[in-house]
């Protein structure tokens, strides 16, 4: 069974920083991407970061600059450094991972259970 751990949101005031972590446990298919979405309040979900197996990195327009997608392929877990926060980024941030299912012939996207980030003073 794929499981994605979340950890590393909390209250943050703005201007400060956060790590998410996302690790992905007992999987027997090879990943090919790793990402992070965020849903605020009364918005729709929407991509922050994402990163592929060769580790060509993607960001939102809000991102750029602030925040950083790493992986670490030995442990199959990806991070999200996070600075300069801004109020309008708090969310629950949710973890996904893409995984290459053979016998499919296809990926097939995992999702966590969401951390929430919360940027106030």
């Known amino acids: 069974q794929v499981q994605l751990v979340e950890s590393g949101g909390g209250l943050v005031q703005p201007g400060g920083s956060l790590r998410l972590s996302c690790e992905v446990s007992e999987s027997i298919f090879s990943i090919k991407g790793m990402g992070w979405y965020r849903e605020a309040p009364g918005r729709e979900r929407e991509m922050v970061a994402s990163?592929?197996?060769?580790?060509?990195?993607n960001y939102a327009d809000s991102a750029k600059g602030r925040f950083t997608i790493s992986g670490d392929n030995a442990k199959n877990t990806t991070y999200l450094q996070m600075n300069s926060l801004k109020p309008e980024g708090t969310a629950v941030y949710y973890c996904?991972?893409?995984?290459?299912?053979?016998?499919?012939?296809?990926?097939?996207?995992?999702w966590g259970q969401g951390t929430q980030v919360t940027v106030s003073s």
């Open positions: 990163i592929n197996s060769g580790g060509r990195t």
């Open positions: 996904t991972v893409a995984l290459w299912i053979e016998s499919w012939g296809t990926t097939y996207d995992y």
